[in-house]
């Protein structure tokens, strides 16, 4: 039998649905992410390091790749992404289709590894993580 899950993630939260016959839905998990909620300085109240120039005098300012919010959108992604490895090597789907908004999306793409990036059939770029579950049904049935 073939099993097919939706995932519906936003950078706050993602909820993973079993499809069923009719394109009806299942909620199979809910993840929340609530590290989103926390303001940059909550998370990382000092300065940005620095560190001695060897070329001029004084030291240099050092700012991180990445900001502390792109940091925990892809710890989230990664939690996501763990589930899904969880339930790919029990088999208990055999096809992925991963809905989340543009930039989130890349996030998710970037995190998951080869075997679960096979079982993708699609990627929807839609902003659905804050509809309720009988709406993201009618979306995914049309």
Same mark, same amino acid.
């Given at each position: +039998?073939?099993?097919?899950?939706?995932?519906?993630?936003?950078?706050?939260?993602?909820?993973?649905?079993?499809? #069923?016959?009719?394109?009806?839905?299942? /909620?199979?998990?809910?993840?929340?992410?609530?590290?989103? #909620? /926390?303001?940059?300085?909550?998370?990382?109240?000092?300065?940005?390091?620095? +560190?001695?120039?060897?070329?001029?005098?004084?030291? *240099?300012?050092?700012?991180?790749?990445?900001?502390? =919010? *792109?940091?925990?959108?892809?710890?989230?992604? =990664?939690?996501?992404? *763990?589930?899904?490895? *969880?339930?790919?090597? #029990?088999?208990?789907?055999?096809?992925?289709?991963?809905?989340?908004?543009?930039?989130?999306?890349?996030?998710?793409?970037?995190?998951?590894?080869?075997?679960?990036?096979?079982?993708?059939?699609?990627?929807?770029?839609?902003?659905?993580?804050?509809?309720?579950?009988?709406?993201?049904? #009618?979306? +995914?049935?049309?």
């Amino acid at each position: +039998m073939h099993r097919s899950w939706v995932v519906v993630a936003s950078k706050s939260n993602a909820r993973i649905y079993e499809r #069923k016959k009719r394109n009806t839905l299942k /909620l199979i998990k809910s993840l929340e992410n609530p590290r989103i #909620k /926390l303001k940059e300085g909550e998370v990382n109240s000092d300065r940005h390091g620095s +560190m001695a120039n060897s070329s001029a005098h004084g030291y *240099q300012s050092f700012t991180p790749k990445k900001t502390n =919010k *792109q940091h925990r959108e892809e710890l989230f992604a =990664k939690e996501i992404n *763990q589930f899904l490895n *969880q339930n790919h090597d #029990k088999h208990n789907f055999d096809e992925l289709v991963i809905v989340a908004e543009n930039s989130f999306l890349g996030v998710i793409r970037n995190n998951l590894n080869s075997k679960l990036n096979k079982q993708v059939s699609n990627y929807l770029n839609k902003d659905l993580g804050n509809l309720p579950d009988s709406e993201i049904e #009618k979306i +995914m049935a049309a």
